[in-house]
C-alpha cells in the first residue's frame, strides 16, 4: 500500500548520517554498494557497455564533489548522494501500484520488483535522484540500506551494517536509528548541527549530512620559508650547510 | 525532463479524445451536434484507446499495468487509469443509446461520459501538478491548463465533424471560445513559469550555503546515466522561444480564425476550413507538450549542473 504509514513519537527511524567533514571522495562506498547489491535484494544491477565508451549503470551511491566558498573561507567538499528515506517521501505515494512502500517497522524506503510497473514517476517525484531504472528489467531499483545485510544472521554482527558504512575507510557514514535521540547517530547529530537536504522541500529526510568544520581558528598564516639547500649558490657553503643541519 | 514521445502523444491524443467524448456527451443529447453522433463518439475512443496503449509503451513492464488501478487512495496515475477505465462505461452505452436511438439513455450516459472526461484528464494534470521537485509541472495552471486544451481540442474535432455532418455552428463557436481561453491560460501559464523563483538551490541541496556560493568540482561519473537522461533534458532557450510562437499559432490562433471563417462562410469552405483547423490544432498541441516537458526542470539537477 502506497499511503504512508503512520508517525508515532518514538518510531525506529532507520537512516545514515554523512560526515562532509570527513569525506575524501575515495568513491569506497559507492564500489562497495555495488559490489553488495548486485546481489542479493536488488540484484542484478545492470551495466550496459560496462567495457567501451557509454559505459552507465545502476548505482545507489553518486559521490560528488563541490567548491564551496571564495578564497580563505572556500573549500573542497565531497559530496555522497543516496536515498534519504525520507519520512514523508512523495516517491511512495505517487506510486500506482503499490511497489513502492515505507516499512512501518524502520522506516526503510523499499521497491518490490515484482510489483513495479517501471512507469518511472517515483524517479520524478524524489527531489535528490535517489531513484534509477534498471533497464534491463524495466524495474526501478533504489537503496534499501542494505536490509540484506542489517537483519542478516548469517554475517558476524559487527558486519550487519550497510556496505556503504562498513567500508569507508575515514569513517565519514554513520549507521543508526535517528528515531532514538539517545542512539550515537542522533547525539552525532546534535552535537555536529547535521542538516537535512532541500528541507524546503518538505520531504522530511531522515539521512544527515555533518557540515564540514570551521577551520578559520586552525589555519595560521604559513611561517617564512627558510633558504633550501638548492638556494646556496655557493657549493662550499651548500656542503657546509648540509653538513650543519645534521 | 525527457519529452518521451510515447507520453506526448498520449496526453496529446487521449486529451483531444475526452475533450470529444465531453461535448459529444453534453451536446448530442441536447440536439446540438448535426448527425447520429457515432462517428464522433468513435473517433473520441479511437483517440482515447490508441493514447493509453501508447502510454504503456512508457513502462517498463507492460505486462502489469493492471496492477496501476489498484493504489487509487495516493496514486493520482492510479486515479487516471480508474477514471479511464470507468468512462468506457457510460462512452459504450452512450454509443448504444446512439445506435438505437434511446433519447433518456443517451442524455444518462452522455452527462456521465462528459463527466468521466473531465475526471480523466483533471488525473492526467494532477499527476504532473502534484510533482513538487518540478517546479514548471508544481503549478496552479498546469490542470486548468489540461482541462482547456483538452476541451479546445475536442471542441476542434467536434466541429470539424458537425461541418461533415453538413453544419451546425455550435462546435465551432465552441471551438473560437475554448480556443481563446485555452491560448490566455497558456500564456500566463508560460509567463508565470518564466519569471517564478527557483524552488531549491545547489546550496540548500548539498547544505554548504553557510561557507558560501558553491559550485560542482568533479562529477560523479563521466558518462551518462538514468537520471542524465530522464531528468537532465535541456532545450536551448532561443528553440523554446520558437516553438512557443509555433504553438500559438498553428496551435490556437490559426485555428480559432479559421472556425471563425467557417461559421461566416458555411458550406464546403467550412469543411475545408475546419478540417485543416483540426489539424494545425492537434499539430500544436503537440508542440506545446514537448514543450510541457522540454522546458521541465528538476531538482536532481542542481546535484549535476549548480
Known amino acids: 500500500m502506497t499511503c504512508l504509514p503512520e508517525i508515532t513519537p518514538g518510531q525506529k527511524k532507520l537512516g545514515l548520517v554523512i560526515d562532509l567533514d570527513t569525506c575524501v571522495g575515495c568513491q569506497a562506498c559507492a564500489t562497495n554498494c555495488k559490489e553488495w547489491n548486485a546481489s542479493g535484494h536488488s540484484g542484478p544491477l545492470p551495466d550496459t557497455k560496462p567495457y567501451s565508451a557509454g559505459a552507465e549503470g545502476v548505482w545507489f551511491n553518486r559521490v560528488h564533489s563541490y567548491e564551496a566558498g571564495e578564497g580563505e573561507r572556500g573549500r573542497t567538499v565531497n559530496f555522497p548522494r543516496s536515498c534519504l528515506h525520507c519520512e514523508t517521501p512523495d516517491c511512495v505515494t505517487v506510486c500506482p501500484t503499490g511497489a513502492s512502500y515505507k516499512r512501518i517497522e524502520d522506516g526503510i524506503v523499499l521497491v518490490d520488483h515484482d510489483l513495479c510497473i517501471g512507469c518511472g514517476l517515483c524517479a520524478w517525484a524524489c527531489p535528490y535522484g535517489a531513484r534509477e531504472m534498471d533497464e534491463d528489467e524495466g524495474v526501478m531499483k533504489k537503496c534499501t540500506l542494505c536490509i540484506d545485510r542489517i537483519y542478516n544472521t548469517n554475517i558476524p554482527e559487527a558486519q550487519r551494517q550497510p556496505a556503504c558504512v562498513l567500508t569507508c575507510p575515514t569513517s565519514a557514514r554513520h549507521f543508526g536509528d535517528l528515531g532514538d535521540p539517545e542512539s550515537k547517530v542522533s547525539k552525532l547529530v546534535a552535537e555536529r548541527g547535521g542538516q537535512p537536504l532541500m528541507p524546503e522541500l518538505g520531504y522530511k529526510p531522515v539521512n ?14 604559513p611561517e617564512e620559508a627558510a633558504p633550501t639547500p638548492m638556494d646556496i649558490k655557493n657549493p662550499l657553503l651548500r656542503w ?6 645534521r | 525532463m525527457n519529452p518521451a514521445p510515447s507520453i506526448v502523444f498520449f496526453t496529446t491524443a487521449s486529451g483531444a479524445g475526452y475533450g470529444l467524448l465531453f461535448w459529444l456527451g453534453l451536446l448530442r443529447p441536447l440536439g446540438l451536434v448535426p448527425g447520429q453522433g457515432l462517428v464522433a463518439l468513435a473517433l473520441a475512443l479511437l483517440l482515447i484507446t490508441a493514447g493509453l496503449l501508447s502510454s504503456m509503451l512508457h513502462l517498463g513492464n507492460p505486462q502489469r499495468a ?11 496515475l492510479s486515479r487516471e487509469g480508474v ?8 462512452a459504450l452505452l452512450l454509443g448504444l443509446a446512439l445506435w438505437i436511438d434511446a433519447p433518456a439513455l443517451a442524455l444518462v450516459a452522455g452527462l456521465l461520459a462528459a463527466a468521466g472526461a473531465v475526471a480523466t484528464v483533471y ?15 508544481h503549478h ?55 519569471s517564478a523563483p527557483p524552488i531549491a538551490t545547489i546550496e540548500s541541496a548539498t547544505t ?32 523554446a522561444a520558437k516553438l512557443r510562437l509555433i504553438a500559438q499559432g498553428a496551435g490556437f490562433a490559426l485555428p480559432v480564425l479559421l472556425a471563425l471563417l467557417a461559421v461566416l462562410v458555411g458550406g464546403t469552405p467550412a469543411v475545408l476550413a475546419l478540417t485543416l483547423g483540426a489539424v494545425l490544432a492537434i499539430g500544436g498541441l503537440l508542440i506545446e507538450r514537448w514543450l ?15
Open chain 2, 140 to 194: 496552479p495552471l498546469v490542470v486548468p491548463g489540461y482541462l482547456a486544451l483538452s476541451a479546445f481540442s475536442g471542441a476542434v474535432l467536434l466541429a470539424m465533424l458537425a461541418a461533415f455532418a453538413g453544419g451546425g455552428a455550435v462546435p465551432a463557436l465552441l471551438a473560437i471560445l475554448t480556443g481563446a481561453a485555452a491560448l490566455a491560460l497558456k500564456r500566463a501559464y508560460w509567463q508565470a513559469i518564466d
Open chain 2, 83 to 90: 477514471a479511464a477505465i470507468l468512462t468506457y462505461i457510460p
Open chain 2, 208 to 239: 554548504l550555503g553557510f561557507i558560501g556560493k558553491v559550485r560542482q568540482l568533479d562529477p560523479p561519473h563521466t558518462e551518462q546515466n538514468y537520471l542524465l537522461r530522464e531528468m537532465g533534458f535541456r532545450i536551448a532557450r532561443k528553440h
Open chain 1, 240 to 245: 657546509m650547510d648540509k653538513v650543519l643541519t
Open chain 2, 123 to 137: 488525473c492526467t494534470g494532477m499527476i504532473y501538478a502534484s510533482l513538487k521537485p518540478i517546479r514548471q509541472w
Open chain 2, 292 to 306: 510541457m516537458f522540454a522546458e521541465a526542470t528538476h531538482t536532481v539537477m542542481l546535484y549535476y549542473r549548480g
Open chain 2, 66 to 76: 493492471w496492477r496501476a488501478v489498484s493504489q487509487w487512495r495516493s496514486s493520482w
Open chain 1, 208 to 221: 544527515s549530512y555533518l557540515p564540514p568544520r570551521n577551520r578559520s581558528s586552525v589555519a595560521a598564516k
